[in-house]
């Protein structure tokens, strides 16, 4: 639905979802919801800039860093890596907020991160 569709992106953002998702990503413990979310933070945040910024004041990054870094129910750290790596691409703010959470380790592995097969698929 928002996967490369910029104006069902920002429907989205407006409609008030981002805010939702991020508290459903942050509570969620069942892996096929903390899946779903985080999938659809990355489709929802691929080139948009203002979507990125929206999921930033929202606490998205806070809970993206917990599930990356395992501290978290999510069984697919690389989806959020993926997340995380959509979200600073482009956004100097949000790179400098991963980095102030996880240092240049974490930042490493975001930059590395792969778009995931269901992430770009939609799929789970």
Not at 8 to 23: E, H, I, K, S, Y
Not at 88 to 109: R, T
Request: glycine residues 8%; charged residues 20%; negative net charge.
């Amino acid at each position: 639905m928002a996967a490369g569709n910029k104006p069902n992106q920002d429907a989205m953002r407006v409609a008030g979802a981002v805010p939702q998702l991020v508290d459903v990503m942050g509570h969620a413990t069942d892996k096929n919801t903390v899946q779903a979310t985080l999938c659809t933070v990355f489709h929802l945040a691929q080139n948009n800039t203002a979507n990125k910024d929206a999921f930033k004041a929202a606490g998205a990054i806070e809970i993206l860093v917990k599930h990356a870094t395992k501290q978290s129910a999510n069984k697919n750290p690389e989806i959020a890596l993926c997340a995380l790596h959509v979200l600073i691409d482009g956004h100097p703010e949000n790179k400098a907020k991963v980095e102030s959470l996880g240092g240049d380790h974490l930042l490493q592995m975001v930059a590395e991160a792969e778009p995931h097969t269901t992430v770009t698929s939609g799929d789970g």
